[in-house]
């Protein structure tokens, strides 16, 4: 237990209580201190413990010093003042007590117990720096070992790279001259022609080898069985397959992507999963090694059109997959079919016979040249597709004719159609009129006496439609609309007019006027204009001309346009279109009893007025 004493000597407190002073030096004790201390007479000591004690003791003689006075107590017994507080609380001793268990000190002991104190704290300093010099030396020593053993470290790493770098340094050597004795061997070999096998030098497969099979010398007998040649063309490893007498290459790469490793089908490569998209690979074709285009998206191969099994599907797609097509054009297989391929300009070109859409020629005198086409119908190429056109072969020319399919294929007539389509029906076709195109009816089935001569329906009028209002139709309806056009015409039934506007484009040609009761009569150098549209021609000839002859030179009229001579409209009364004088002859209408403009059914009448099955109008063109 450490114990902090705090004393002082003061002067002779001579005030007593009741009169009587501390003039001796009487055992003072309290029974709540730890430590029983005697002074002597005018002596004041105060005991302060530290903070491991409860309690501060105050021992003194005489009267209680006035600090006691100053904690609420004072002294008021003849006896000695004997005083303790713990916890702010003083007990005055009357008697002279008895503090059992504890022990007493003189003020002499007390003095020497301080001082023995200060020479231990003094001694305890003292130890306390011998420790810390002792402590400082060992830290130092023990930093001096630990850089002995990181430097003892540092040098044995060195050792080690030192040696290190001299067995790297060796093993380089040594494979060196091993690369230079192999390197040796090799072009002793290839001085032979031969190859390094693997102690001496064979016959190595090259050339000779065909998508992998060497020469059957190469690899004939058991003794082969297993060598391992190395090609250094293809750059890839052959092994010897004695029993086969054949070399097989192997090969790390992907299935596909080099000669030693073909494919069976791209299929098989998808299912493999080492497909690298759409483009060459090699395959196995009749047993070899051969590159094809494979389409991953089908998981199909498309051939080269070298040979009718390679057959491809067009020259483009041959250019685009193995870029072998020329400039001057060489034949290749397209769909089982030898047509000539060539390249202009960076594009293939498809030389076809014109056979078919897929085979369309370039031109008839490209078909000619290439395949030696006879006069006829071929498909031709033109921008975006093919058209059918005609073409006509004259000794070593070809001469196009469109066959009016389209408008910018307008045909020069329906003779022309016909001539080179013996199959072209009735119907309607584009052609070039007075250099103009519109859409014309060709009948190709009308016949010049036993001829077959197609030709333009410009009008038609049969029986079956014979009604009072048939042809009433309004004279700016007759020029620019007509009756029928545009719809299929059935031939030898019902009415049909081509807008009267388009008839001045024949001027120059022949008509022919068809009646069933009279026969043909033939109009030449007909001729038409706007806007009176009159009819004329430069000559006719027929059963009879007469009746035709009284209409020359006339305007047309309609029920609602009267342009006649008469007195009052005959397109009216007829009920019907025409070109009228005073009426009339031709006046296109009438009924079977032949009584013009009388009864409810106004039949077809031809120009001698009379009546007739049918009543038609065609230009030959």
């Known amino acids: 237990m450490k114990i902090i004493f705090v004393w002082a000597t003061i002067a002779t407190i001579t005030t007593s209580v009741h009169g009587q002073g501390c003039s001796s030096a009487p055992s003072i004790t309290t029974t709540d201190c730890d430590v029983v201390v005697s002074v002597p007479a005018s002596r004041h000591v105060k005991f302060t413990r530290n903070d491991e004690f409860s309690g501060t003791c105050i021992a003194c003689t005489g009267d209680c010093p006035p600090g006691l006075a100053e904690r609420g107590t004072q002294a008021t017994s003849d006896g000695p003042c004997t005083i303790c507080s713990n916890a702010d609380t003083l007990t005055l001793s009357p008697d002279t007590p008895q503090c059992s268990g504890a022990r007493s000190v003189s003020l002499f002991d007390l003095e020497d117990t301080v001082m023995t104190n200060e020479a231990s704290i003094a001694e305890m300093k003292r130890e306390v720096e011998r420790l810390a010099e002792d402590l400082d030396e060992s830290l130092e020593e023990t930093l001096q070992t ?114 030693v490793n073909p494919a069976s089908s791209c299929k098989a490569i998808l299912e493999a999963k080492e497909s690298t998209g759409s483009h060459l690979y ?63 300009l960076g594009v293939p070109i498809t030389h076809g016979d014109g056979s078919s859409l897929t085979f369309a020629a370039v031109s008839c005198q490209d078909a000619l040249d290439n395949y030696k086409i006879k006069t006829g119908v071929y498909y031709i190429q033109i921008t975006g597709g093919a058209v059918q056109r005609g073409c006509t072969i004259n000794a070593n020319v070809a001469t196009e004719i469109p066959l ?117 009569m033939i109009v030449r150098g007909f001729q038409m204009s706007a806007p009176q549209y009159k009819l004329n021609w430069a000559s006719i000839s027929g059963p009879s001309t007469s009746g035709l002859n009284y209409h020359k030179g006339y305007p047309l009229s309609a029920y609602d346009r009267d342009n006649d001579v008469w007195g009052s409209n005959c397109a009216n009364y007829a009920r019907t279109f025409g070109w009228y004088r005073s009426c009339c002859n031709l006046c296109m209408t009438t009924n079977p009893s032949g009584s013009w403009g009388r009864g409810p059914a106004m039949w077809p009448s031809d120009w001698s007025y009379r009546y007739s099955q049918y009543l038609e109008f065609r230009i030959v063109l």
């Open 146 to 259: 630990q850089g002995k053993q990181l430097q003892n470290i540092s040098e044995f790493i060195k050792e080690q790279k030192t040696a290190t770098d001299k067995e790297l340094e060796s093993l380089e050597m040594n494979l060196g001259k091993e690369i230079e004795s192999t390197t040796k061997a090799i072009m002793e070999c290839q001085a032979d022609g031969k190859v390094l096998g693997n102690e001496s030098c064979v016959q190595p497969p090259t050339t000779r080898i065909a998508f992998g099979t060497a020469a059957a010398e190469d690899c004939q007998t058991a003794d082969d069985d297993g060598k391992v040649l190395y090609d250094k063309k293809r750059k890839a490893l052959y092994l010897c397959n004695a029993e086969e007498k054949s070399w097989v290459g192997f090969s790390p790469a992907k299935l596909g992507s080099s000669e």
């Open 282 to 344: 090699w395959l196995l074709i009749d047993k070899k090694p051969a590159l094809r285009y494979c389409d991953m998206f089908k998981g199909v191969s498309t051939g080269n059109g070298e040979t009718k099994d390679e057959s491809a599907n067009s020259c483009a797609e041959i250019q685009a997959h193995y870029g072998t097509l020329e400039e001057k054009g060489s034949l290749k297989w397209i769909n089982n079919k030898q047509i000539k391929c060539s390249l202009k």
């Open 404 to 520: 009016g399919k389209t408008a910018g294929e307008a045909a020069p007539g329906c003779k022309e159609i016909k001539a080179f389509d013996t199959d072209a029906k009735n119907g309607y076709y584009f052609l070039t009129v007075s250099k103009t195109t519109v859409q014309l009816f060709c009948d190709m089935e009308y016949k010049v006496g036993s001829t077959v001569t197609p030709a333009i329906l410009l009008y038609a009028f049969h029986k079956d439609q014979a009604s009072s209002n048939e042809w009433m139709i309004t004279y700016n309806n007759v020029i620019g609309v007509g009756k029928n056009h545009g719809q299929q015409w059935t031939r030898g039934r019902g009415s049909y007019l081509l807008p009267i506007k388009y008839w001045p484009l024949f001027s120059g040609k022949t008509m022919y006027m068809t009646s069933q009761r009279t026969g043909t």
